[in-house]
């Protein structure tokens, strides 16, 4: 309501004022909606006063909320808190007027308070000292600092001098430059004006240089601030500063690779977005890490020749490197590798084994050591591709992380002691009662090794060998030797790259056979499978494709054969029953009674066949399968090849990968054995996933086509299925009669007919006959038979949904007409003529 005696400048003021209070108000709640959860944030927020909520920025409050995102309970939370308490307090009395004020936060705080609370946490670690004690806050007078006194031990040991290890050093070293670029760039000072002030350490010839590639004009970088530049700038500071260490003590040659490393690093930045602020954090810390870590390598009194060969070729790699490559994610995952390897190299060193057997098997961890080590340097090499190597390191570390997970358990024979009831009895030794017993004998679990060991010395008997920690070392070592002999190839750089990706490739192979395999195994098939693989790939029999793919083969084998009798006929015919409700006995007995003739039969073709070769085996099924008559037999020899097919690496009849009972019964079930008089009728088949459906309809298919079935098979994935099988088709010589489709590519092959010899599409035959008058077909078109045809679909759910079930199947075609164009033509100078479609 306007009174009648206000002026028009009062109205003006009035409105102006409510304006103003909109304008606070309305600002206020969007840095509260930024604010994210954090109380004490939101209350600062909620308090400040209205003359001065204008000067705190959506930056400002973003700043600390994204701080607070990545901090849990503690003494970062402590030390967030106190840095918001002092920026809110500084604006509150420092500033009265907007025009006075200039943004106080930069973001890259964030970076920096990221890089500041991985360093503590990691000195915290290294020196067991906890955090509170590193970063002392006082939240009362609202002040914080850094402990310099951390201590002289490191955990492991009072003995050591922490303040010569050199991981401490550069931490410690990290830990005060960033405290410096924080205090710099701390939330209240006014620093986007004034650049940080750093006098290079190792490098001082380089800064004009420097300068000219990150410090470039603003119009060279298209309108970029000084303040963007500077995100990028610090982390070379970075590195110069917390790796001075490294150049002191290093040699002359380290020492230049690391100068090619730092100008490297220089010229990989230069030009690089703000948005790439992260990859380049992550690739200055992990050459920090990579520099302070592995120095120690260098000392011939610490590390072994073999260590340091491979940390000098780790450098000469990383210093090639991050020249060639543009992109700054390449080398950071290419650092991170490195730095991963030698992490766990401290985990075969500190394994348990070590501790649980004493100095009997020391031998054995050095042996495997040093095979881990030879393996790597072959393979550590600036001419392999950056991507193989990486992917080489990652194989590597996976391979090591869990071989320092298992438990590796001392089988033994129960003949090497005296009494064995005895020493059970005392607790050394253990029956094993879920193992059988191979070979009829028996094997215990060696409970007490220090015990044991010392019992065997005092009988006077021989101490029987650790057969897992025993054959760990010798697989790396035929994996080595195997590779040292690698074909001879025109291209350096492709040799290299196939040694790296064939070893990664056999670690991960191995990996699996240790944590799969039993526990008093033999390793000899092992070592059969690796040399006969790598054997037929140098003989070119095998495509690097095909090389992958066998040992991915081999490599899900191993789980699937020590878990494929978990689940026997009698459980999955009681499960079936359950899921079904209303099945009775008799057709419970049918199936049972099938599927024993079918193991019957599976039986026999593997063993008739034993000493065949693996071609010779398959020829003599084939031929067998083809005499015999009944659904049945035809699936027992389309198994048993399937299972030789995919076991061909194995080498040994009682460790075939075989389709599962349940899957066997899934196929009777389909083709209605299930039922005293057979007949194959339409039918549903729930097969949840990961449980073998294309297994299934793989053999179903082969089943029908060895029986002179049309297999077109409607699956989801149809490469990937075709691909799989499409060599065990071949095998059976029924590749022509099976297809792989999806619904749409099927839909178009029924609608395609023969005219006088030729296929073509029925949208082309009408077309040419009805539309274009090209030609008139003298003959009636021949479209394809359905007589003898099967249509297995996989995903019956996708089927029957709106997408395809009841809906139609349209088909089209682009019909070029050349009088179309002169027609259209014709029509547009009509209709700017008349400018009147009513009478075109």
């Known amino acids: 309501k306007v009174d009648e005696d206000w002026t028009l400048e009062a109205l003006i003021d009035r409105l102006l004022l409510t304006l103003r209070e909109d304008c606070l108000r309305s600002h206020r709640q969007t840095l509260l909606y930024r604010c994210s959860n954090w109380l004490a944030l939101t209350r600062n927020v909620e308090i400040i006063p209205k003359e001065v909520v204008l000067l705190v920025k959506i930056e400002d409050v973003a700043l600390f909320s994204d701080m607070w995102d990545i901090t849990e309970e503690g003494v970062f939370l402590d030390f967030l808190t106190v840095i918001q308490e002092q920026f809110f307090r500084k604006i509150e009395s420092t500033f009265k007027s907007v025009k006075d004020f200039a943004s106080l936060t930069n973001h890259i705080y964030f970076y920096l308070y990221k890089t500041f609370r991985q360093i503590l946490i990691e000195i915290s670690e290294l020196t067991d000292i906890p955090l509170k004690d590193l970063l002392v806050v006082d939240t009362y007078s609202g002040s914080w600092r850094l402990e310099h006194n951390v201590g002289e031990s490191i955990k492991g040991g009072s003995s050591f001098d922490m303040e010569n290890q050199p991981v401490y050093i550069s931490l410690k070293q990290s830990m005060y430059f960033i405290d410096r670029l924080m205090s710099h760039h701390q939330p209240g000072l006014n620093c986007r004006t004034e650049s940080f002030d750093y006098k290079y350490k190792n490098l001082t010839e380089l800064e004009h240089h420097h300068a000219a590639l990150i410090d470039k004009p603003l119009e060279a970088l298209l309108g970029r601030s000084v303040a963007t530049n500077q995100w990028l700038r610090i982390w070379a500071y970075f590195i110069d500063d917390s790796a001075s260490y490294f150049c002191r003590v290093t040699d002359s040659y380290s020492s230049t690779l690391y100068h090619v490393i730092f100008k490297g690093f220089l010229e990989l930045i230069g030009g690089k977005p703000q948005s790439e602020v992260e990859e380049v954090r992550m690739t200055a810390i992990g050459i920090v890490k990579f520099l302070s870590r592995n120095d120690t390598y260098l000392d011939f009194d610490i590390g072994s020749e073999l260590e340091e060969s491979i940390y000098r070729e780790q450098l000469g790699v990383l210093s090639y490197r991050i020249w060639e490559s543009p992109c700054v994610s390449d080398i950071r995952e290419l650092i991170e590798s490195f730095n991963h390897f030698w992490r766990c ?40 591709r950056l991507a193989d190597l990486i992917q080489f390191y990652r194989d590597y570390t996976n391979f ?4 320092s997970e298992i438990d590796f358990k001392w089988y033994v024979k129960g003949d090497v002691v005296d009494d064995v009831v005895e020493t059970c009895n005392r607790g050394i030794l253990k029956s094993d009662g879920r193992e059988t017993q191979p070979s009829g004998t028996e094997f215990f679990l060696v409970v007490k090794p220090a015990d044991f060991i010392e019992e065997l010395k005092e009988q006077g008997r021989v101490i029987p060998p650790h057969i897992l920690l025993d054959g760990v070392p010798k697989l790396v070592e035929t994996v080595r030797q195997c590779l040292a002999t690698a074909p001879l190839m025109n291209n350096p750089r492709l040799r290299a790259s196939w040694i790296v990706g064939v070893s990664g490739q056999l670690m991960s192979f191995i990996r699996c056979a240790l944590l799969y395999m039993r526990e008093y195994d033999s390793f000899d098939s092992l070592f059969q499978v690796i040399k006969n693989i790598l054997s037929m790939y140098k003989a070119k029999k095998l495509t690097l494709k095909e090389f992958h793919g066998r040992v991915n083969i081999l490599r899900n ?186 619904f749409e590519d099927m839909c178009d092959s029924i609608l395609t007919a023969e005219y006088e010899g030729k296929k073509s599409h029925l949208c082309h035959s009408v077309a040419n006959t009805i539309i274009l008058r090209d030609h008139v077909y003298a003959k009636k078109p021949k479209f394809c038979s359905f007589l003898r ?52």
């Open 557 to 742: 084998s191993f789980w699937y054969i020590l878990h494929q009798h978990e689940l026997g006929i009698e459980r999955a015919l009681e499960m079936y029953k359950d899921l079904n409700g209303g099945i009775d006995k008799g057709e419970i007995a049918q199936l049972k009674n099938s599927y024993e003739q079918y193991l019957v039969k599976f039986n026999e073709y593997i063993s008739k066949t034993g000493g065949l070769t693996f071609k010779n085996r398959v020829n003599f099924i084939v031929d067998h399968m083809k005499k015999k008559n009944g659904i049945v037999n035809v699936l027992a020899g389309v198994s048993s090849v399937w299972s030789l097919w995919m076991s061909r690496d194995l080498f040994c009849n009682d460790k075939l990968l075989k389709p599962h009972c349940v899957q066997i019964l899934c196929i009777l079930k389909l083709f209605r054995f299930n039922k005293v008089i057979y007949r194959l009728i339409k039918h549903l088949c729930k097969v949840l996933t990961g449980q073998g459906k294309s297994l299934i309809l793989g053999l179903m298919s082969a089943v029908m086509a060895m029986m002179s079935y049309d297999v077109k098979l409607v699956c989801y994935r149809k490469k990937r299925d075709k691909h799989n099988f499409q060599e065990f088709f071949k095998l059976l010589g029924i590749q022509d009669r099976i297809s792989y489709w999806t």
């Open 345 to 384: 190299g401290e985990l075969i060193c500190g394994h348990s084994y070590r501790r649980l057997f004493g100095d009997e098997f020391s031998h054995v961890v050095e042996s495997l050591s040093e095979e881990l080590m030879s393996l790597v340097k072959a393979g550590t090499h600036r001419s392999v």
């Open 789 to 840: 045809t099967v249509l297995l679909i996989d995903e019956v759910d996708v089927f029957i949904s709106e997408c395809y079930y009841g809906r139609t199947h349209g088909s089209s075609l682009y019909i070029f007409f050349g009088a179309l164009v002169t027609i259209q033509e014709r029509i547009w100078e009509l209709v700017k003529k008349m400018k009147n479609f009513y009478y075109i």
């Open 400 to 403: 090591v992380t869990d071989i």
